[in-house]
Structures are given as C-alpha cells and as structure tokens.
C-alpha cells in the first residue's frame, strides 16, 4: 500500500510505501515506488497512530454506552441520571462512573441512601471520577460477604480500598460475556476513530479478571487496535502466571500501591491532606513485598508496573527497585524498564533516581487540565503550593526520564489531541512539555514504554505501520501551535487499514 500526497512533520508531497506491516520507504511522492493500492493523500498530515498507554477497555466501554455521570453538576443531578438509567434498563446490575462532588452546591458526594432511593433492591456501582473509590447500593453490598470488615469500609456506602475492590470485583463479575464484549468493541472503535492505533490495558485482581482480559486479547487479536495487557498482581499472589499464559506486556499497570487525591487515598510524604488533616492517604504494601515483585520480574526479564500517585509511594517503589539494583545489577533493572503509572507528585531528587534506573512514567496530562492549578481540586485536597508541584511533566523529560501520555480511561476520555495539549498547556508553566515532546510522548512514548520500539522511530523504515491520516492540511507544528483536535481520516495498525479506504 502507497500513501502518497501527504504531509509529514513539517515536509508536504511526501510518500509512505507499506509492505509485509512495515514501512517499507519514506520519501517524496514523484519518487515514490508502484503499488497494487494507493491511498490519494491529498496533502493531509500523517503521523504515527497515537498510543495510549492507560486505558480499562470495559470500563471505558460501559461508561460510553451506559451511565456516565462526568457531566453531572450537582448531587440532585447525578441521582436523576441514575434514576434515568435505571427506567431504560429495568433489570441486571447497575454500573455507572464519573462522579465528583468537588463544587457540587449540595456539598457532599453520593450515599447509600442517595441510590438506593432511586435503584431500590438493584445491585449498584457508582465509581468516583477518580474510581478510587465507589458508591454501592445495600444490594450490592449483600453480594460481597465479610465487606464491612475491609479497609475503607463505610456504612454510608462510599467505599475505598479494600472494600472497594472487593466492591468492584462483584460488580464487574456480573457482566455477561456479550455485555463485556460490546464495551470492549465500543472503547475499540472509539480508539480507531481517534487515531490510536494501540492502548496498554491496565488489568489487575482488583481492576477486573483474567478473563475479561483474555477476552479483550481475543476480540483485539481482530482488525482494530492492538492491545498490549498489563497485569497488576504481585508475584507472591501468583502475578507473573498470567504474564506467560497470555503473552502479557509486563507485571504491574493497576498493581495499586496506594489511591487517588480526590478520594483521599493516595500516600503524601509531606504532611496531611490540606482538606482531611486526619489521614495522609494509605501505602497499601510493604517495601518488601514490591522488592520481591520487581526482583522476581527482573529475573524473568519482564517489566513491572505500579500505580503510584503520592509521592510517598513514589519513593516507596524507588527505594524497592534500587534495592534490587543493588542486589542484581543497575544493567538488569535498566533492561526491564520498570513502569510507574501517573507519578503526579514526585520530589526532584526522584526523578533523577527515576532516570537512573531507567524507569518510565507513563501520564495523564488530562488530570492536570480537569483538577490542576490553584484552585482546582488538588489546590483543595494538597493546598495550593502542594497542588502547583503535581505532574511535573518538563522536570522528568529533562532529567531524562521516559514519558509516555495516556487517559486512564474511563477516569478521563480517550483523547490523544487532547492529552498531547494538555501536556503542552498545564496549569504551571514550568511544568509543561515542549509541544513535539508530547506528541512524541503520545507516540513513540507507548511503545518505548511497552519496549517495544524501533530504534529509529514509529515513522523509519522497517517500523510497524501503524498511521493516521488526519482531516487537515496544516503541518504537524501549525497543528501543534494552534491547538487543533483534526478528525482522523484513515487508521492504518500492522500495515492494514481500519475500515474503508478514503
């Protein structure tokens, strides 16, 4: 295949041949050699497909076809859309996501009472925008024998930690195959529309199942999308199994290691939060037991992950990862590119201890455009000046730091364009990323992160084709400058196109 009157980078009349899944030659159009299909650019942009490298493709799924409450401004209208849902689907659990009391008028977030008012006997799961944390209905709660005793239990009915997984788990147990399966084809397709030509999935006991992983494999195995799996379960619990059963991508993503600002769970270093003096947030293992978890990936030659959002548990697993550098070598820790996930506050000396042990953080630049800077949510929950040194995105690309943007979706749309901008435009200046830094981020990024690169680049010969063609005639710098989201005209992924040719 021959995609030819494009633009790329900066440079237009240019030509891409595919051949065997590979970029086969780049170079101006006139020279460009024959092929059986040729693709009439028209001087659009191509880039490399974006990669986003933090996706819950069921959860995104349901939260796009089902019941999202991103939008709802107040408690009172977060219930009648609850109450909507449940009309239009009378019967089987109810699952929604997206909630966030921060600037509701009522002052408060969702209770027990609240929906149970409006599902009535009906098991229902409401996740926290963050989904740290979860509101449940009683009947939901008589699924999940022994709840009460779990930390993070509360009788209100908001849940945290380790009732919440336990939470979780029952809920998404209850979805059927065909259901798992439309969500799963829905945050798909939804991808391939925006460009993105790979997602990292986040799987984990306390996220979803082996199953609806293997399920997702299966289903991406399909034109669409790749799918690299992550698995976040510690290898004394059996973590690394799974790994070789399914051809995983690495041990970690969603292997939590503490919670989320807004639900008040992830681990500060530095002091209480600004809005709960009481609690500093939960470090959910001991430093002994991630060693073990990096110690047994290295020695399998597999990359680690770990959620880590406060910088207390950001330094906990850099403490476990050095200690096993120590024991094994710096060159065997380096080679696995151990991962952490969000990294949104992190002290200085850290991320030079990041780059030192070439570890990758992959980040959501979404979560400082919707609860950064000074009077956001992490102002309220970390206090402005705690609040201002979130995501410090520049720091950790100068120091050398692998960087890799992703949603977190269902927590924050799938939105390349608009992750790449955010990065681009945070909320301190100091902190923003150079805008080919981010778009490299977004690209190359994933697959660096996934070790899975080609040395010289997503768009060198000899590297996977995975395009986008964009709805625009404008450069990749003009793009950048103005801030535009153009609409994907074609998705090439392993060299084939993605739905009709143009």
Known sequence: MLISDITIGDRSGRAVHVVDGRIAWVGDAADAPAADRVVAGEGALLTPAFVDSHVHATATGLALSGLDLHSSSSLAAATTSVAEHVRRTPTGIVLGTGWDETGWPEGRGLTRADLDAVVGDRPAYLARVDVHSATVSTALLDLVPGIAELPGWSAEGQLRLDAHHAARQAAYGAIGPEQRRTAQRATLDTAAALGIGSVHEMAGPEVSSADDLAALLELAAGPGPRVLGYWGELAERGGLALVGELGLAGAGGDLFCDGAFGSH??????????????TA???????????????????AGIQAGFHVIGDAAVAQV?????????????????????????VEMIDRPDIERLSDLGMVASVQPAFDAAWGGDAGMYAERLGVHRALATNPFAAMVDAG??????????????DPWGGVHAAVDHRTRSSALRPFDAFDAATHGGWYAARAEHPD??????????????????????????????????????????????
């Open 265 to 278: 769970t992830a681990a500060l270093g530095n002091g209480p939060y600004a809005d709960r003096p009481d």
């Open 281 to 299: 947030g939960t470090l959910r293992f001991a430093t002994g037991q991630l060693a073990h978890h990096v110690r047994a990936c290295t020695l």
């Open 318 to 342: 850099i403490f476990a990862v050095e200690t096993v550098a120590a024991e094994l070598g710096r060159p065997a820790v380096r080679a696995c590119r151990h991962r952490l996930e969000h």
């Open 401 to 414: 730091v692998a960087v890799a943007l992703g949603s977190d979706a269902p927590v924050t749309p799938l």
């Open 457 to 502: 680049g997503p768009l060198a010969v000899g590297a996977p084709a995975d395009l986008a063609l964009w709805a625009t005639a404008d450069t990749l710098s003009g793009l950048l400058d103005e801030r535009s989201r153009p609409a994907c005209r074609l998705l090439v992924v392993d060299g084939e196109p993605i739905g009709d040719l143009p």
